[in-house]
């Protein structure tokens, strides 16, 4: 014998938490994106973001630009000096696209280093050098967009415990003998 019992009327409680929960995760993200969404704004208006987009020939994520600008900053106390100078040189009409700027620009000159520093930050998704390397952004680096939806980006690599070498010296030695 089978009972016909109807759905409850009204909202469950396992409803209006997972209703509440969605709320306060929206009115959180609300209250934080804005502010880093405006610096953001301002970023564009400074130039950075409209000479990455040149740089790296495509649109750039506005978040993304004020943490790369942020670290750039912090390891590089002449990096406002370099971007005004590439700001000044890559003016609008004056180069068709990235590969005319390393044309005319020879491979040791302070615009073409400093134009590499902009474009490595972005695709490697780390800024400084040597041992001072700060990671901005793992998967959104731009080194991983040729393949996007073909392969993962990899979860492992050289990491703070590695066990690449470092100095020809293998990281991990076993134990002594």
Not at 36 to 58: C, K, M, Q, T, W
Request: with cysteine.
């Amino acid at each position: 014998m089978s009972v016909n019992n109807p759905p409850p009327s009204g909202i469950s409680r396992r409803h209006l938490l997972q209703g509440i929960g969605v709320l306060s995760v929206a009115g959180l993200c609300g209250s934080l994106f804005p502010a880093y969404r405006a610096a953001a704004a301002g970023l564009h208006d400074s130039g950075f973001i409209p000479l990455s987009e040149f740089l790296v020939n495509r649109r750039v994520n506005p978040v993304l630009a004020q943490r790369y600008f942020d670290g750039l900053h912090r390891h590089d106390a002449n990096f406002d000096q370099k971007l005004s100078l590439l700001q000044q040189d890559i003016r609008p009409g004056k180069y068709r696209n990235i590969d005319n700027f390393l044309q005319n620009n020879p491979v040791n000159s302070d615009l073409r280093q400093a134009a590499s520093q902009v474009i490595s930050a972005w695709y490697r998704g780390v800024v400084g050098n040597d041992d001072k390397l700060e990671l901005i952004a793992y998967a959104e680096a731009m080194m991983y967009l040729p393949t996007q939806g073909i392969l993962v980006v990899p979860t492992y690599g050289s990491g703070p415990i590695s066990w690449a070498a470092v100095d020809n010296k293998p990281a991990h030695q076993g134990p002594e003998v």
